[in-house]
């Protein structure tokens, strides 16, 4: 086709794919990348609809590969390996070469990677938050608690995906804590928040677009099927691998209007507070009184057909699988072309 008759950018999908292993065994260190078949899923969406598109790894070749094959426009979905910074790091380079792409930029990445920071940032709006604290190895994990009510859940600060959240990171008193902490520590790098347990119903809300116009998706709730553990139920890494067993879904979720209204607008707030673009989905649990708490913004959702729940949010609005993933991709086009 010839350059003046092309619709769209040649565009590459920017991953870390998972392994092969770790798809097979249990161990939750790549949790939050993609398979194999969900980037190539969205990559025959954007063929089918006329994108050149290809698929590069977010490795160390990566600004070398996408000068090769002379990449205009990106679809990022990586997650990045190393460090609290790792999703901030493919916008910064995407930036860095002045390539447009889909998704936030390295700020927004960053601040929403670190639960603490972004909880602070809702809360600085009036948006209902779990309280917690941020512990790291150094600190007396008693005294820093000494303000919560227990139980409390303990989670890595900067993680995902379920990465780093058993069925069981809930501590009843500070030895629990303590006991906790020490095994996370081995495993975990980085700091651990500890938030009191909130324990009423779970909910996610998706967003599509840019700015004030920006479309919220009403609210899709997480129904546990029972306890995860004891009395306690928890949206952990196991549970996410094995969701069908454990929980099914329901959109919109069956609340009264004025709790959706305050979830959908507490969503939208975090969301141009932090300047995030084309796609995000915030996360939020009742309290013990039934008002919903902000947990965290999700900049970089999942994806995979089937079974991620942004798409999930975006077809019970009628949006199939294919339809969600160009509308986020025409969202970053008419975003970056200034339409
Ligand atoms: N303060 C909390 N009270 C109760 N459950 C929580 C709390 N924080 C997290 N959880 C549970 O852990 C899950 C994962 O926590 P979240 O902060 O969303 O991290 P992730 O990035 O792994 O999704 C939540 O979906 C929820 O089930
Ligand atoms: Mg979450």
Redesign the pocket.
């Known amino acids: 086709m010839a350059e003046t008759e092309r619709k769209y950018p040649k565009t590459a999908v920017i991953c870390n794919r998972k392994s092969v292993e770790s798809t097979e065994n249990a161990s939750d260190s790549e949790a939050e990348f993609d398979s194999p078949e969900t980037i190539e899923a969205i990559r025959q969406v954007l063929l089918r609809h006329g994108v050149p598109a290809v698929t590069i790894e977010a490795d160390e070749d990566l600004a070398e590969n996408l000068k090769q094959h002379k990449i205009e426009f990106a679809f990022n979905l990586a997650e990045g390996k190393y460090g609290r910074d790792r999703e901030a790091q493919v916008p910064g380079i995407l930036g860095l070469l002045n390539i447009p792409y889909m998704g936030s930029d390295a700020t927004a990445m960053g601040i929403s990677l670190d ?1 603490d920071l972004c909880k602070r940032l809702a809360a600085s709006f009036g948006i209902r938050v ?1 309280k917690g604290v941020v512990i790291r190895p150094a600190d007396d994990a008693c005294e820093k608690t000494e303000d919560l009510t227990y139980p409390l ?1 303990l ?1 890595p600060n900067a ?5 780093g ?1 058993f069925d069981r990171s809930i501590a009843e008193d500070p030895a629990e804590l303590k006991r906790l902490l020490t095994s996370c520590f081995q495993v975990y790098d980085g700091d651990m928040l500890a ?4 324990p009423g119903r ?1 909910f996610t809300v998706g967003l599509l677009g840019n700015g004030p116009e920006v479309h919220v998706f009403r609210p899709m709730e997480v129904c546990y099927h029972e306890p995860t553990e004891d009395s306690y ?4 890494y196991r549970i996410k691998k094995d969701f069908r067993n454990y929980v099914h879904y329901e959109c919109p979720a069956k609340i009264p209007a004025e709790c959706e209204r305050e979830m959908m607008a507490a969503a939208r707030e975090v969301f141009l507070a932090l300047g995030c673009r084309d796609v995000s989905r915030v ?1 939020f ?1 009742m309290n013990g009184a039934g008002e919903p708490c902000f ?2 913004l ?1 900049p970089l959702p999942g994806l995979a057909p089937d079974y991620s729940d942004y798409p999930m949010t975006a077809e019970s609005e009628g949006y199939s699988y294919d339809d969600i993933v160009f509308a986020v991709y025409e969202a970053a086009l008419k975003r970056t072309r200034g339409i």
């Open positions: 639960k779990p859940i989670k993680e995902g995906s379920g990465r959240i938030e009191e347990y909130l779970e139920y928890v949206y952990s996360d649990r947990l965290e999700n």
